[in-house]
């Protein structure tokens, strides 16, 4: 006789909603009004927040398909980034309504965020109206921001390290015309300006890097603080004060900047350093500097996982608030010294261009710790391991959930001790290993709906999660996940509005066991699984990384000579209505091969050799090698990602 044991439970579930997977996935806080889902249970992108001009991505998808666009592919809605310019900007216009502040805000994007040509190019064109500038914080940075920036009315911002070369070229640039501001981050290069303004007999624009005292929070609050990287301490400040009026370049020093680190999680942070700066920028009036722009850096964060809080992947505040504290601290300063009030810089970039780049790619397959699909066949001449494991699995209810872990963890032990002494076949371990996972499986669907958890449980959903297979490099697209676990919202783009029935981990296409994504986003915590649907045969299954527009792009690494993605820009002009401005083409095998110094010639040259001598060995034929070799040259000219 033979037992069976249907792998699928005989439950009945309730109806799944989008709005149930707009809960699930958070969309609402994360998505802040760019993202939803349709009738259709499809993603949309809403640039201007409404559903009078938004888009369908799996249709885009579609479409990108047909157009010979393959997955993975980067996905940048310019439209986003022109509305969140406007929303930084409104932001801290209403700040100097509100509090009667009298002067002026520039935006500057620093382009070390995403460095991207295209991404550039539509900051300075939606930023026009506004002076919006640019921030270098190398040579190389510079010359990208100089032929850049055309208005010259517009800020830019030189921070970083410097040498001659870099402070040359920017005063050959402020000689022509452009207002570049030289922040001073540590006091060897005043020397450097003083001494090229000079020589080039050109009046700089001279910033000073204040290194507070007041520190961020988040991942990189180590920016901040007195072990800081870059400023001058207070003391420094003042020498560089009294080098200037020796030089008589005192009136040049017209800017006070100081940074506190990017993705500044709490709003006490930035109200703690807008006290202490102010004061500074006062005193520094006090002493005769006529100092006309005070920048407040970056920081500016970015809700990854929409909990607002302060944890390292969200924010407690919003761009309003952000806007009305800073411009607050200054009109308070400047109202009690009865002081001039200066032109306010905000270098955001991370919020800035975040919200408008997806990444979307395809799931290529599963790994799944049983088949729910093939009963399971129990003989009645089993071993008392697994008979003892099949009346665990049919006894278990929400009762005894607990002592049955104990029980089957138990089983699963002495299993494995009786296979590696000889006393159990390979075919009855695997039957334990079967009815152990089913066991855990139904475990985890009890501790679903409760409202406490075991601690040796938390971990369970981790621990029988499927891996899902993604056609992407983490180390290429998500290098910030992998370095140092920053969060992004993971979701499939379609197919929401069915109920998601596995527990998943994600893995990419590289060999290295670092490759995967293990931790996402929650409202509450972090979760070690994410909820997705089962594969269909036949059928593409599309995932989103959403928010990946800052830093991705530029940290990326060559991990297996996995290339850039495909890259295509797009606009909404209406309901289901697009335009795609342009089309970047993802690396080629050829172009990383090239990277590492191994030239498309070469190689073809030593696989010829390896035909020739197949085909006088008679491994091959003639005819088989010109196959062999036409099959090469496609491969090298072919998407480094599989198609």
Request: hydrophobic share 40%; charged share 25%; glycine share 6%.
């Amino acid at each position: 006789m033979v037992q069976r044991i249907k792998l699928k439970e005989q439950i009945t579930l309730s109806k799944w909603s989008v709005e149930e997977a707009r809960e699930l996935y958070n969309i609402a806080e994360w998505g802040k009004g760019f993202f939803d889902i349709n009738d259709k249970g499809n993603m949309l992108v809403t640039p201007e927040k409404t559903r009078q001009k938004s888009l369908d991505i799996k249709e885009l998808m579609d479409d990108l398909r047909l157009r010979g666009i393959h997955p993975p592919v980067l996905i940048r809605f310019t439209d986003i980034l022109q509305k969140r310019i406007q929303e930084l900007q409104a932001a801290f216009h209403k700040a100097i309504q509100e509090y009667g502040y009298r002067g002026a805000y520039h935006g500057v994007y620093p382009v070390k965020v995403n460095q991207s040509k295209q991404v550039v190019e539509d900051i300075v064109d939606f930023g026009r109206e506004y002076d919006f500038g640019l921030e270098a914080g190398t040579k190389a940075e510079l010359l990208i921001v100089l032929s850049s920036l055309d208005n010259l009315n517009a800020p830019l911002i030189c921070n970083g390290y410097k040498d001659d070369e870099y402070i040359e070229m920017a005063l050959w640039a402020t000689k022509m015309g452009r207002r570049v501001f030289i922040v001073v981050e540590k006091p060897s290069e005043l020397d450097l300006i003083i001494r090229w303004a000079r020589k080039l007999k050109v009046r700089p624009y001279i910033g000073v890097r204040a290194k507070l005292s007041a520190r961020g929070r988040g991942k990189w609050e180590s920016s901040g603080g007195d072990k800081s990287k870059f400023g001058l301490f207070p003391a420094e400040i003042l020498d560089a004060v009294e080098q200037l009026r020796a030089a008589g370049m005192l009136d040049r020093l017209q800017l006070l900047h100081f940074h506190l680190g990017s993705q500044i999680t709490a709003i006490q942070s930035i109200k703690d350093a807008m006290r202490e700066s102010s004061r500074i920028f006062a005193e520094l009036i006090r002493l005769g500097v006529p100092i006309g722009y005070f920048d407040v850096g970056g920081g500016l964060a970015v809700d990854y996982d929409g909990s607002k809080t302060n944890f390292s992947s969200s924010t407690n505040y919003s761009i309003e608030e952000y806007a009305s504290d800073v411009v607050s601290a200054l009109a308070e300063i400047c109202e009690e010294r009865g002081i001039p009030h200066p032109a306010i810089i905000s270098e955001s970039g991370r919020a800035l261009v975040a919200y408008h780049s997806i990444l979307v790619f395809n799931v290529l397959g599963t790994s799944e710790l049983i088949d729910e699909t093939r009963p399971l066949e129990i003989p009645d001449n089993a071993p008392e391991a697994v008979m003892n494991l099949s009346e665990v699995l049919k006894g278990l209810t929400v009762k005894n959930f607990q002592e049955s872990y104990h029980d089957a963890m138990q089983i699963r032990d002495e299993t494995l001790t009786l296979f590696n002494v000889g006393m159990m076949t390979l075919e009855h371990r695997a039957l334990v290993e079967r009815l152990f996972w089913l066991v855990c499986h139904r475990i985890a669907r009890i501790i679903h709906g409760l409202d406490y958890v075991p601690d040796e449980l938390e971990n369970l959903d981790r621990f029988i999660s499927d891996t899902y297979y993604g056609n992407l490099s983490v180390f290429q697209s998500l290098p910030d996940h992998w370095a140092v676990k920053q969060l992004f919202p993971i979701c499939p783009i379609h197919r929401l509005h069915e109920r998601p029935a596995r527990k998943a981990t994600l893995a990419d296409i590289t060999c290295d066991s670092d490759g995967k994504v293990d931790q996402f986003i929650d409202l509450h915590d972090v979760k070690n699984t994410v909820d997705l649907h089962e594969l269909k045969e036949g059928k593409p299954y599309y995932l989103g990384v959403f928010l990946v527009g800052a830093y991705q792009e530029a940290l990326g690494d060559l991990h297996n000579l996995l290339g850039d993605t495909n890259i295509v820009h797009v606009s909404v002009l209406g309901r289901n209505k697009y335009r795609i401005d342009k089309t970047i083409e993802g690396a080629k095998v050829r172009d990383v091969l090239s990277y590492m110094q191994y030239q498309k010639r070469d190689v073809m040259n030593a696989f010829r050799r390896m035909v020739e001598e197949s085909i006088e060995g008679r491994r091959i034929s003639i005819k088989e090698s010109a196959r062999v070799k036409k099959f090469l040259e496609d491969g090298l000219d072919g998407y480094t990602y599989l198609e």
